[in-house]
Nanobody
Framework: QLRLVESGGDLVRTGGSLRLSCAAS????????IGWFRQAPGKEREGVSC???????????YYGDSVKGRFSISRDNAKNTVYLQMNSLKPEDTGVYYC??????????????????WGQGTQVTVSS
């Protein structure tokens, strides 16, 4: 069974840090580009960051403008896990964070094209 399980969400103060994990099972996540998404209450889900597959993508990364310079995505293929390090957190970063496979195009992950399974998400709350 193909699964993605997110973890690491918590309640933190503005300026704090968190590291989210996206653990894959049932498939080798290194063969896929993986993206992180978030959904705030009353808003649509948005793409935050993605990392391309290790197969020809060389781990290229993408960051949304709102998180550029503060978030960092990485993967540990030995653990079949993708991480999202979030620093300098702001209240507007609050939401449920999800991970999903995304398409790869010319070696780059395409955050606009998630596919496959979604995990249950992990809640991140940043207090002001």
């Amino acid at each position: 069974q193909l699964r993605l399980v997110e973890s690491g969400g918590d309640l933190v103060r503005t300026g704090g840090s968190l590291r989210l994990s996206c653990a894959a099972s049932g498939f080798t996540s290194g063969h896929f580009s993986i993206g992180w998404f978030r959904q705030a209450p009353g808003k649509e889900r948005e793409g935050v960051s993605c990392i391309s597959s290790s197969d020809g993508g060389d781990g290229n990364t993408y960051y949304g403008d709102s998180v550029k310079g503060r978030f960092s995505i990485s993967r540990d293929n030995a653990k079949n896990t993708v991480y999202l390090q979030m620093n300098s957190l702001k209240p507007e970063d609050t939401g449920v964070y999800y991970c999903s496979a995304v398409l790869t195009h010319q070696g780059m992950c395409v955050i606009q094209n998630p596919f496959g399974v979604w995990g249950q998400g992990t809640q991140v709350t940043v207090s002001s």
